[in-house]
């Protein structure tokens, strides 16, 4: 078969191809010659208003420049190695920019196997997934962006609880830099005291149907500090599920400047302001106070009734006479501490009736 039947043959194979098909032959020097292309080869490149005839012809008068460079280089690279090469190619049409993966393959002898001086070019239309990753990444972008720039420190573990996300809030709060923390158990990050109930709680909030909630709404809850320091913090914590995995993520507010002011709100509503003494709110929830621990410690103030004398009056009036004295030691000095000023003088009243001396310094 002489060549010009065998590229007839050649471009009527691949006008038969749904696909955007190309057989290209190595030249003189480094020319690259299309021998056979279909329309949907040159519609992929755009060059079919730069090709007025049908090949063959020279490949760069088919791609456009900045194409060319790396098309030949890879075309080489496939003739010399006799392997199979595939890259990504964008080509800019009059309205649009489309993005294709191009394969070369080479040719064959189907007598010995050896390379030939051909490939086989095919390219496959791949814009659509090209827009969704770069959407993706745009989407991915701003995410980071926004957790980075977030005022609150944010963490998410993976279903051990290994960190495997910390932003720039969090690295401030607790101390740690990111590739310090990521990969890490979240124990790192609590407080000793916290640690043996954590994987409990984290268990049951993982079968739970409640996807976020605030974490131990009744009880305050303590970060640690890289430095082993402790600090008040309001956790709300959300969990969802990423290919088949539960993922949790905590978003971390410290309060230590609320809890400080709030400490000061409850001074100031229970001590007088022109003297600093405690006044009538502070001593009655002093004595509330007082007489919890007093029970507490087995005191039983239903044994003092005037009216009702009996052998137990004196220990009762001895309980009522030491709390009277705290109360008093709370007002000249501020200390609320329940049984203070006992414990200074003698402990709190024993099962003998002992009595409270009144004197104090």
Known sequence: MDDMNETAVLQAFVDCIASSVAVVAKGAGKALIVVACNEDFLAMTGGSTRVANRPPFPIDALLPRYAMRHFGRVAHRCITQGKAQEYEQAFDLRDSTRWWRLTLKPFRDPNDGSIGNRLLVTGMDITPKMELQKALEISTQRFKSVIGAAYDAIVTVDQ?????????????????????????????????????????????????PVQSRQMDERDRVYGRHRDGSEFPVEIA?????????????????????????????????????????????????????????????????????????????????????????????????????????????????????????????
């Open 160 to 208: 051990r609880q290994r960190v495997t996300m910390f932003n720039r809030a969090a690295e401030d709060l607790f101390g740690y830099d990111e590739d310090e923390v990521l990969g890490e158990h979240l124990e790192m990050l609590l407080p000793e005291g916290a640690r043996a109930q954590h994987d409990a709680l984290v268990e049951h909030f993982a079968t739970s």
């Open 237 to 361: 914590i959300s969990k969802i599920i990423v290919d088949g995995r539960t993922e949790f993520t905590a978003i971390i507010r410290d309060i230590i400047d609320k809890v400080r002011l709030l400490q000061l709100l409850e001074k100031q509503a229970a001590t007088d302001p022109l003297t600093g003494l405690v006044n009538r709110r502070g001593l009655f929830e002093a004595s509330e106070k007082m007489i919890h621990e007093a029970r507490r410690d087995g005191t039983d103030f239903r044994w003092y009734n005037p009216r009702r004398p009996s052998r137990h009056l004196d220990l009762g009036v001895g309980a009522l006479h030491a709390v009277a004295w705290d109360m008093a030691w709370a007002a000249r000095t501020g200390e609320t501490e329940p049984w203070a000023g006992i414990r200074r003088r003698s402990g709190p009243p024993n099962s003998e009736g002992g009595q409270v001396s009144p004197a104090r310094s």
